[in-house]
Protein backbone atom coordinates (compact mmCIF):
# COMPACT_ATOMS: atom_id res chain seq x y z
CA UNK A 1 0.00 0.00 0.00
CA UNK A 2 1.43 3.69 -1.05
CA UNK A 3 -0.86 6.36 1.26
CA UNK A 4 -2.59 8.97 -0.92
CA UNK A 5 -1.34 12.30 -0.46
CA UNK A 6 -3.52 14.71 1.79
CA UNK A 7 -3.03 17.83 -0.51
CA UNK A 8 -3.35 21.14 2.12
CA UNK A 9 -1.96 23.47 -0.42
CA UNK A 10 -5.13 22.17 -2.95
CA UNK A 11 -7.76 21.64 0.26
CA UNK A 12 -6.31 25.04 1.64
CA UNK A 13 -6.68 27.26 -1.21
CA UNK A 14 -10.64 26.09 -1.87
CA UNK A 15 -11.59 26.64 2.13
CA UNK A 16 -10.37 30.29 1.11
CA UNK A 17 -11.64 30.74 -2.16
CA UNK A 18 -15.46 29.75 0.30
CA UNK A 19 -14.46 32.39 2.44
CA UNK A 20 -13.94 35.00 0.06
CA UNK A 21 -16.94 34.46 -1.06
CA UNK A 22 -18.89 34.97 2.22
CA UNK A 23 -16.87 37.94 3.09
CA UNK A 24 -18.07 39.10 -0.31
CA UNK A 25 -22.12 38.64 0.78
CA UNK A 26 -20.94 40.22 4.34
CA UNK A 27 -19.66 43.50 2.57
CA UNK A 28 -23.02 43.48 0.13
CA UNK A 29 -25.78 42.58 2.83
CA UNK A 30 -24.35 44.11 5.73
CA UNK A 31 -21.56 46.50 4.89
CA UNK A 32 -19.68 44.71 6.59
CA UNK A 33 -15.66 44.17 6.40
CA UNK A 34 -14.35 41.21 8.03
CA UNK A 35 -10.57 43.59 10.06
CA UNK A 36 -7.87 41.36 11.44
CA UNK A 37 -5.10 42.63 12.62
CA UNK A 38 -1.62 41.14 13.03
CA UNK A 39 1.03 42.34 15.51
CA UNK A 40 4.30 41.05 15.09
CA UNK A 41 7.19 42.47 17.55
CA UNK A 42 10.63 42.26 16.94
CA UNK A 43 12.22 40.75 13.59
CA UNK A 44 12.33 37.49 13.96
CA UNK A 45 13.09 35.87 9.96
CA UNK A 46 10.62 32.89 10.42
CA UNK A 47 7.82 35.12 11.72
CA UNK A 48 8.41 37.55 9.58
CA UNK A 49 7.64 35.06 6.58
CA UNK A 50 4.84 33.89 8.60
CA UNK A 51 3.07 37.51 9.14
CA UNK A 52 3.45 38.21 5.47
CA UNK A 53 2.03 34.86 4.31
CA UNK A 54 -1.10 36.14 6.83
CA UNK A 55 -1.44 39.64 5.63
CA UNK A 56 -1.51 38.16 1.65
CA UNK A 57 -4.36 35.80 2.60
CA UNK A 58 -6.13 38.78 4.55
CA UNK A 59 -6.12 41.02 1.23
CA UNK A 60 -6.81 37.77 -0.92
CA UNK A 61 -10.03 37.42 0.92
CA UNK A 62 -11.20 40.84 0.59
CA UNK A 63 -11.00 42.03 4.35
CA UNK A 64 -9.10 44.93 6.18
CA UNK A 65 -5.57 44.27 7.15
CA UNK A 66 -4.18 46.10 10.59
CA UNK A 67 -0.45 45.44 10.30
CA UNK A 68 1.58 45.93 13.33
CA UNK A 69 5.43 45.47 13.12
CA UNK A 70 6.96 46.81 16.30
CA UNK A 71 10.64 47.31 17.42
CA UNK A 72 12.19 44.34 19.61
CA UNK A 73 12.97 46.79 22.35
CA UNK A 74 8.85 47.82 22.49
CA UNK A 75 7.67 47.03 26.57
CA UNK A 76 5.26 44.99 27.09
CA UNK A 77 3.04 47.72 28.74
CA UNK A 78 3.24 49.47 25.38
CA UNK A 79 1.99 46.43 23.62
CA UNK A 80 -0.44 45.24 26.09
CA UNK A 81 -1.91 49.44 25.55
CA UNK A 82 -1.31 48.38 21.49
CA UNK A 83 -3.75 45.35 21.74
CA UNK A 84 -6.28 47.79 24.26
CA UNK A 85 -6.86 49.68 21.26
CA UNK A 86 -7.17 47.05 19.00
CA UNK A 87 -9.85 45.36 21.22
CA UNK A 88 -11.91 48.84 21.56
CA UNK A 89 -11.28 49.24 17.33
CA UNK A 90 -14.79 47.93 16.37
CA UNK A 91 -13.11 47.64 12.37
CA UNK A 92 -10.81 45.25 14.07
CA UNK A 93 -12.72 41.64 14.25
CA UNK A 94 -9.83 39.17 15.11
CA UNK A 95 -6.52 39.98 16.79
CA UNK A 96 -3.07 37.93 16.37
CA UNK A 97 -0.21 38.34 17.79
CA UNK A 98 2.56 36.73 16.75
CA UNK A 99 4.32 34.20 18.55
CA UNK A 100 7.10 33.93 19.94
CA UNK A 101 7.52 37.22 21.35
CA UNK A 102 10.90 38.84 22.79
CA UNK A 103 12.09 37.42 26.09
CA UNK A 104 11.55 40.13 28.07
CA UNK A 105 7.59 39.89 27.29
CA UNK A 106 5.08 36.91 29.28
CA UNK A 107 3.48 35.17 25.81
CA UNK A 108 0.57 34.20 29.05
CA UNK A 109 0.08 37.63 30.02
CA UNK A 110 -0.06 39.11 25.99
CA UNK A 111 -2.41 36.54 24.86
CA UNK A 112 -4.40 37.27 28.21
CA UNK A 113 -5.12 40.63 27.13
CA UNK A 114 -6.83 39.95 23.77
CA UNK A 115 -10.00 39.90 23.84
CA UNK A 116 -11.61 36.36 23.79
CA UNK A 117 -14.58 37.29 20.89
CA UNK A 118 -11.42 38.48 18.50
CA UNK A 119 -8.95 35.72 19.75
CA UNK A 120 -9.07 33.93 16.17
CA UNK A 121 -5.96 31.92 17.05
CA UNK A 122 -7.81 30.44 19.71
CA UNK A 123 -5.29 30.28 22.64
CA UNK A 124 -7.11 32.88 24.90
CA UNK A 125 -7.99 30.21 28.27
CA UNK A 126 -11.69 31.01 27.68
CA UNK A 127 -11.62 29.72 24.34
CA UNK A 128 -10.07 26.68 25.46
CA UNK A 129 -12.09 26.14 28.46
CA UNK A 130 -15.02 26.66 25.68
CA UNK A 131 -13.22 23.74 23.64
CA UNK A 132 -12.66 21.44 26.65
CA UNK A 133 -16.39 22.05 27.53
CA UNK A 134 -17.62 21.19 23.92
CA UNK A 135 -19.22 24.77 23.24
CA UNK A 136 -19.13 27.00 20.16
CA UNK A 137 -16.06 29.21 20.64
CA UNK A 138 -12.67 29.84 18.49
CA UNK A 139 -10.74 27.23 18.16
CA UNK A 140 -6.91 27.44 17.14
CA UNK A 141 -6.16 27.28 13.54
CA UNK A 142 -3.94 23.91 12.77
CA UNK A 143 -5.76 22.04 15.07
CA UNK A 144 -9.06 22.99 12.61
CA UNK A 145 -6.95 22.75 9.83
CA UNK A 146 -5.73 19.02 11.04
CA UNK A 147 -10.02 18.01 11.42
CA UNK A 148 -10.42 19.26 8.17
CA UNK A 149 -7.53 17.02 6.11
CA UNK A 150 -8.69 14.07 8.33
CA UNK A 151 -12.12 14.36 7.61
CA UNK A 152 -11.65 15.26 3.69
CA UNK A 153 -10.08 11.23 4.07
CA UNK A 154 -12.74 9.76 6.85
CA UNK A 155 -15.73 12.24 6.93
CA UNK A 156 -17.45 10.09 9.75
CA UNK A 157 -14.53 9.19 12.20
CA UNK A 158 -16.31 8.50 15.04
CA UNK A 159 -15.41 5.26 16.57
CA UNK A 160 -11.97 5.50 15.17
CA UNK A 161 -8.64 5.13 17.57
CA UNK A 162 -6.70 8.47 17.66
CA UNK A 163 -3.83 9.27 18.70
CA UNK A 164 -2.33 12.76 19.14
CA UNK A 165 1.73 12.92 19.67
CA UNK A 166 2.37 16.24 21.62
CA UNK A 167 0.76 17.77 24.28
CA UNK A 168 1.09 21.90 23.58
CA UNK A 169 -1.64 24.01 24.18
CA UNK A 170 -1.36 25.14 20.72
CA UNK A 171 -1.39 21.72 19.29
CA UNK A 172 -1.35 18.58 20.82
CA UNK A 173 -4.50 19.41 23.69
CA UNK A 174 -6.86 21.33 21.42
CA UNK A 175 -6.47 18.62 18.50
CA UNK A 176 -7.53 15.90 20.84
CA UNK A 177 -10.91 18.09 22.14
CA UNK A 178 -11.63 18.39 18.63
CA UNK A 179 -11.38 14.95 17.82
CA UNK A 180 -13.09 13.78 20.77
CA UNK A 181 -16.06 16.27 19.68
CA UNK A 182 -15.87 13.90 16.25
CA UNK A 183 -16.41 10.63 18.59
CA UNK A 184 -13.05 9.13 18.20
CA UNK A 185 -11.29 7.58 20.57
CA UNK A 186 -8.63 9.79 21.89
CA UNK A 187 -5.06 8.99 23.38
CA UNK A 188 -2.55 12.09 23.91
CA UNK A 189 0.77 10.22 23.75
CA UNK A 190 4.41 12.42 23.96
CA UNK A 191 8.42 11.82 23.84
CA UNK A 192 8.10 10.32 27.47
CA UNK A 193 5.27 7.82 26.78
CA UNK A 194 6.64 4.42 27.64
CA UNK A 195 6.31 2.37 24.36
CA UNK A 196 5.21 5.21 21.79
CA UNK A 197 5.61 2.84 19.11
CA UNK A 198 3.17 0.49 20.43
CA UNK A 199 0.82 2.99 20.98
CA UNK A 200 1.38 4.74 17.76
CA UNK A 201 0.28 1.12 16.10
CA UNK A 202 -2.69 1.43 17.50
CA UNK A 203 -3.69 4.58 15.94
CA UNK A 204 -6.23 4.46 13.27
CA UNK A 205 -5.26 8.46 13.23
CA UNK A 206 -2.20 9.71 14.18
CA UNK A 207 -1.57 13.16 14.82
CA UNK A 208 2.34 13.88 15.11
CA UNK A 209 3.04 17.21 17.04
CA UNK A 210 6.20 16.82 18.82
CA UNK A 211 8.64 19.00 17.32
CA UNK A 212 11.44 16.56 16.67
CA UNK A 213 12.16 15.34 13.08
CA UNK A 214 11.31 12.01 12.02
CA UNK A 215 10.92 10.66 15.73
CA UNK A 216 7.83 8.76 14.69
CA UNK A 217 9.18 5.78 12.89
CA UNK A 218 7.19 4.20 9.64
CA UNK A 219 7.38 0.83 11.12
CA UNK A 220 5.56 2.34 13.88
CA UNK A 221 2.05 3.26 11.82
CA UNK A 222 -0.83 0.80 11.66
CA UNK A 223 -1.64 -0.56 8.12
CA UNK A 224 -4.50 2.07 6.57
CA UNK A 225 -4.35 4.61 8.88
CA UNK A 226 -4.20 7.98 8.25
CA UNK A 227 -1.32 10.41 9.49
CA UNK A 228 -1.65 14.03 10.10
CA UNK A 229 2.21 15.67 10.55
CA UNK A 230 1.94 18.92 12.07
CA UNK A 231 5.63 18.74 12.33
CA UNK A 232 7.99 21.39 10.66
CA UNK A 233 11.61 21.14 11.39
CA UNK A 234 14.44 22.21 9.26
CA UNK A 235 17.53 19.92 9.06
CA UNK A 236 20.80 19.52 6.48
CA UNK A 237 20.61 17.76 3.73
CA UNK A 238 23.42 15.85 1.41
CA UNK A 239 25.86 18.99 -0.19
CA UNK A 240 25.65 21.02 2.91
CA UNK A 241 22.06 22.75 1.91
CA UNK A 242 18.95 22.14 4.44
CA UNK A 243 15.29 21.22 3.67
CA UNK A 244 11.96 21.01 5.91
CA UNK A 245 11.00 17.42 7.11
CA UNK A 246 7.63 16.49 9.35
CA UNK A 247 7.85 14.51 12.95
CA UNK A 248 7.26 11.36 10.91
CA UNK A 249 9.47 9.40 8.71
CA UNK A 250 7.47 10.44 5.51
CA UNK A 251 9.38 7.63 3.04
CA UNK A 252 8.83 4.45 5.19
CA UNK A 253 5.20 5.52 6.71
CA UNK A 254 3.74 6.48 3.28
CA UNK A 255 4.24 2.17 2.59
CA UNK A 256 1.94 1.68 4.98
CA UNK A 257 -0.78 4.53 5.84
CA UNK A 258 -3.76 4.79 3.84
CA UNK A 259 -3.60 8.51 3.59
CA UNK A 260 -0.82 11.23 4.61
CA UNK A 261 -0.02 14.65 5.05
CA UNK A 262 3.12 15.86 3.22
CA UNK A 263 5.52 18.70 4.71
CA UNK A 264 5.82 21.34 3.95
CA UNK A 265 2.34 20.96 1.40
CA UNK A 266 0.37 19.59 4.32
CA UNK A 267 -1.08 21.40 7.80
CA UNK A 268 0.78 24.64 7.19
CA UNK A 269 -1.76 25.96 4.49
CA UNK A 270 -4.90 24.65 5.98
CA UNK A 271 -4.04 26.85 9.26
CA UNK A 272 -3.46 30.35 7.65
CA UNK A 273 -6.99 28.95 5.58
CA UNK A 274 -8.49 28.67 9.48
CA UNK A 275 -6.76 31.66 10.62
CA UNK A 276 -9.03 33.58 7.91
CA UNK A 277 -12.23 31.53 8.53
CA UNK A 278 -11.72 32.14 11.90
CA UNK A 279 -11.91 35.63 11.68
CA UNK A 280 -15.03 35.65 9.43
CA UNK A 281 -16.66 33.63 12.05
CA UNK A 282 -15.77 36.46 14.40
CA UNK A 283 -16.93 39.16 12.79
CA UNK A 284 -20.16 37.90 11.97
CA UNK A 285 -20.86 36.81 15.57
CA UNK A 286 -19.68 40.51 16.35
Known amino acids: MTAA ?3 GKALGAALRARVAEDVRQLKESRGITP ?14 IY ?15 FPHHLPANTSQDELLALIGRLNADAAVHGILVQLPLPETMDAGTVLMAVDPRKDVDGFH ?14 APCTPLGC ?15 AV ?4 SNIVGKPVAQLLLAANCTVTIA ?12 RADILVAAVGRPQMIKGSWIKDGAIVIDVGINRIARPGGQSGLTGDV ?24 ACLMANTLKAAKER
Not at 35 to 48: C, F, I, K, M, R
Not at 59 to 65: I, K, L, N, P
Not at 125 to 138: E, F, H, Q
Not at 190 to 201: E, G, I, K, N, Y
Request: aromatic share 0%; glycine share 10%; charged share 25%.
Open 5 to 7: LID
Open 35 to 48: GLAVVLVGDDPASE
Open 51 to 65: VRNKEKAVAEAGMAS
Open 125 to 138: PVNAGLLASGRPGL
Open 147 to 161: MRLIQEVESQPEGLN
Open 164 to 167: VVGR
Open 190 to 201: HSRTRDLPDVCA
Open 249 to 272: EFDAAKERARAITPVPGGVGPMTI
